[in-house]
């Protein structure tokens, strides 16, 4: 059985930061793509960020390149998202999501819980 937990979500001040956690198992790590994926109330999900598991290869949504950093510890079956410089409009749930294709959040097969994350004054 695929499962994926995240942690790390939480409410921090503008330019703060947060590390996002998500422990993946079930399956081969190594040989599928994980992303990040958000969603804001009364908006579409989008890709923030993924990773190739097996290559380290990752990609951007453009609202976040620069602040955002996915990464991988292979050892832990762990992906995480660092996540700097936050602006209110990062505010959303974040979901971590594994078996699809880079930033498509339709393509994703599996789903974590979701974390919150906002992001005010």
């Known amino acids: 059985e695929v499962q994926l937990v995240e942690s790390g979500g939480g409410l921090v001040q503008p330019g703060g930061s947060l590390r996002l956690s998500c422990a993946a198992s079930g399956f081969r790590f190594g040989t599928h ?17 993924a990773i190739y598991t097996g290559s380290d290869n990752t990609y951007y949504n453009d609202s976040v390149k620069g602040r955002f950093t ?17 602006e209110p409009e990062d ?22 819980q979701g974390t919150q994350v906002t992001v005010s004054s």
């Open 33 to 49: 793509y994980i992303g990040w994926v958000r969603q804001a109330p009364g908006k579409e999900r989008e890709g923030v960020a």
């Open 91 to 112: 505010t959303a749930s974040y979901y971590c999501a594994a078996q699809g294709y880079r930033l498509n959040p339709n393509s994703y097969l599996y789903w974590g």
């Open 70 to 86: 996915i990464s991988q510890d292979y050892a832990k079956n762990t992906v995480y998202l660092q996540m700097n410089s936050l």
